[in-house]
């Protein structure tokens, strides 16, 4: 993949970073960083959250400026104080948040703040000509200039994403998990755009969580370990577990913890049969009380609609459900919740949180509206629980927008745990998390079941579905496509989830 | 109908009050369409029209103007003041009201955006600032304008009154430079996302401000257009019409996001043409002021009611309602020609979710 640019020492890095270090308010997050990235090179970072990749970027990327160390583009050195001044040095980053205004056209996105004009006034057609140039040349054909935002799939805006990095004539584009939000095929096409990129000979910085990605496109990975560089070294010399063992310090042996001892499959808890509505036909699916339950698929392939629907968000409007054998038909989620029925949803941040409320209120916020007299135990226990989830938190009166993305889902979490459920619905619960937080929430999967909980978890990571379910549901197209046991490979999956006979690994 | 942008609904309601105006009208014995009649309608446009042209701009940069009311007055002292029954006082009275209303937009604006002070506060504080000064030094009525001026707001060619073209004419401009400009473009952005607008390199304060200046600045013309009706300045004549108030509700009527970074200037003017036309109607068939307030209520009420289901209403329904099953779509081809064109809510759901 690499033999078409030469790393090796012939050629002079375009960015060089020696002895990086940010600190905020004394905390120190990044120390003493060093990073070189060649012309062609597809550069991994990896690390928990919290190990100081985002900061590395946003310095890099003038967002934050830097308490000490030195920059250098072309062996110059730099001093970037606004992320404009990186982007007119040929330095663009895809954050992790999008950054597109969802009212308006794509090309207006791409062009906002520097439109090419005619005289006094913007210059449409040019504009519009321009985004699609741009877009041809990364090889897409399927956005038109002058489509709204909001009207495109999750993928296609974060190409646009890309389309805007690319369009500050960058040669070096870094990116912060710009796959968190896709599945499957479309980030292939993700993989497609970079190797485009990469033979432009566009440097590219690569954040993500996905080690399968850092190891199918990056040609050197340098792990990030509290704020400090571990290891950097070429991607051939390492595999998974070296990898896992770097980021947190200790082997990922239990990754995917076992069933516990005592874990038996009760009998059936939920019972759809028939189920459907706008976006969902023909569901059946029992989920029995100590079984975890994965649903696989791609995205828009009704995954989410269907946690809803159990959930009373969108209901089902035709076939039947029931629960513990007795008609369940929740008309609201409120409905669902007296039923002890807890939705984990897909964006903690817009549907989980609260952000500028407290852990505590967070935590409380469905007890205290839906079963108000259990609020006393639950303010009781809550220490309890969010000790036995690791919460790292000064303490709970802390807002939850200044906790890590680990530390949000674990108070997601202990916010549900307060009901005490009797079916656990999880919509991508480790989406944007670190590995770290990733196992704790894998635990806590794995003593609901043993508590006799029927879990119900929505991924678009395979390993992660393979490895934490009992059985494994894939959906298409808002149909159940079949359902394969846990030993099946990815390839089952994807073959499931596409439709296709012979699909792409 | 959900096709239909706010825009043309708002046309569409303007339609049928156009009807429902005719047949009203009509059934008291007069002509809706008489040019008489026309001629009333759009004087009244032409007060409100001024005014939500500049709140659609501040309320796309996400903030608000409830001082215009106050500034309205104030411009309206000021030109009649300065005028002082003189022809040849007219211009400099005219400037000196407008570049007086531009500076308290500018405050506005410098407070909004410098101070982070929110706009529905930072104007509500210059409203009562201006308010008192006005208390203080104007008893009542003041100054007087002269005939020349008298004529603006008297004039027409044919049904239209000159001050309705005088608006029309700055809402071209405005339009012209929401529309084609990077100022334009930086307005939208920042009311659609300030954050979004400062990475992509747009200095953030600056369409604040601007859209600030303008609101007052067109303020300021409805007040000099109010002294020209009346022939002298008043220290109440914004404030008796309600336009902090109407003016948010014409804009709302029209589409615009009150949040910011979405709306049209275009749907304003539907907006502000509606209340006129209510108004008118009213007028003629002698609705009790009560009833014609609750009329307004409920047009804005609803207005926002439908925009807020369209909102609401952004998965495309993959398979029909009831119990049928022979409605089905017919199975897609392979699942990955599906993520190249305008997908069928691939993912639209936790994106558009926020968003709404």
Known sequence: MDDEVNTSGAVAPILRVTGLSKSFFGVPVLQDAALELFPGEVHGLVGENGAGKSTLMKLLAGVYVRDAGRIELDGEPVDFTHPVQAHQAGLSTVFQEFNLLPERTVAQNIYLGREPRKGLLVDRRAMNQATADLLEELGITS???????????????????????????????????????????????????????????????????????????????????????????????????????????????????????GT????????????????????????HAGEIVGVAGLQGSGRTELVEAIFGAAGFTRGTMTLEGRPYRPHSPRDAIRHRIALITEDRKAQGLSLNQSILDNALAVVRSV???????????????????????????????????GNQQKVVLAK????????????????????????????????????????????????????????VIVMRDGRIAGEIPPSASEEQVLQLATGARGVLP | MN???????????????????????????????????????????????????????????????????????????????????QPGNILP?????????????????????????????????????????????????????????????????????????????????????????????????????????????????????????????????????????????????GSQGGYDLLSIAAVVLGGTLLAGGKGSLIGTLGGVLIFAMLDNIMSVLQVNPFLKDVVRGIVIVVAVAVYARRKVVHRPARFGRG?????????????????????????????????A
């Open chain 1, 416 to 471: 549900w745990l307060a009901i005490d459920p009797q079916v656990v619905l999880l919509d991508e619960p480790t989406r944007g998390i670190d590995v770290g937080a990733k196992v704790a929430v894998y635990s806590l999967m794995r003593q609901l079941a043993q508590e006799g909980k029927a879990i119900l978890m929505v991924s678009s990571e395979l390993p992660e579905v393979l490895g934490m379910s009992d059985r």
């Open chain 2, 3 to 85: 096709r239909l942008s706010s825009t043309h609904i708002v046309y569409l309601v303007a339609l049928a009050t156009i009807i429902a105006g005719t047949v009203l009208v009509g059934s008291a014995g007069r002509n809706f369409f008489s040019p008489g009649n026309v001629s009333d309608i759009l004087t009244g446009t032409s007060i409100l029209g001024f005014i939500a042209i500049g709140q659609t701009l501040v309320i796309l940069v996400g903030s608000l103007d409830l001082s215009v009311p106050y500034v309205i007055s104030l411009s309206s002292l000021i030109g009649a003041g300065i005028m002082a029954n």
């Open chain 1, 264 to 287: 038996a499959t009760g009998g059936p808890l939920l019972q759809i049969s028939g189920g459907g509505n706008s976006q969902l036909d023909d569901v059946d699916l029992t989920l």
């Open chain 1, 143 to 261: 956005i038109r200039p002058t489509a709204s935002v909001s009207s495109l799939s999750v993928a296609q805006q974060q190409i646009v994403e890309i389309a805007k990095a690319v369009s500050y004539d960058a040669r070096i584009i870094s990116m912060d998990e710009p796959t968190a939000a896709l599945a499957g095929p479309e980030v292939e096409l993700l993989y497609g755009i970079i190797d485009r990129l990469r033979r432009r000979g566009t440097a590219i910085l690569y954040v993500s969580h996905r080690l399968k990605e850092i190891f199918d496109l990056c040609d050197t990975i340098t792990v990030l370990k509290d704020g400090r560089i571990v290891t950097s070294s070429p991607a051939a010399g390492l595999d998974d577990a070296s990898l896992v063992r770097a980021m947190v310090g200790r082997p990922i042996s239990a990754y995917f913890p076992d069933a516990l001892p």
């Open chain 1, 371 to 405: 079963t108000p007299r259990r609020t006393a135990v639950a303010r009781r226990q809550a220490p309890g629980v969010f000790s036995s989830l690791e919460v790292v938190a000064r303490d709970l009166d802390q807002e939850v927008q200044f906790l890590s993305g």
């Open chain 2, 323 to 355: 119990p049928a099953h022979d409605d089905d779509a017919p199975p897609p081809g392979p699942g990955t020609s599906r993520q190249g064109g305008p997908s069928r809510g691939d993912g639209t759901g936790a994106r558009d979710e926020v968003s």
């Open chain 2, 93 to 237: 009275a005219v400037l000196a009201a407008l570049l007086v209303s531009a500076l308290i937009g500018l405050a506005n604006g410098a407070v909004v955006a410098g101070l982070q002070v929110h706009g529905f506060i930072a104007t509500l504080g210059m409203g009562l600032i201006v308010s008192g000064y006005l208390g203080s030094n104007y008893q009542g009525s003041a100054g007087q304008a002269p005939l020349a001026f008298r004529l603006i707001g008297a004039t027409g060619i044919g049904p239209v009154p000159v001050s309705t073209l005088i608006m029309l004419a700055c809402a071209a401009v405005v339009l012209l430079m929401l529309n084609t400009t990077r100022l334009g473009h930086a307005m939208y952005a920042v009311g659609g996302d300030a954050s979004v607008a400062r990475m992509s390199g747009v200095r953030t304060r600056t369409p604040v401000i601007a859209a600030h200046v303008i609101c007052s600045t067109m303020a300021g013309l409805a007040g000099l257009l109010l002294a020209a009706r009346l022939g002298v300045g008043s220290p109440t004549i």
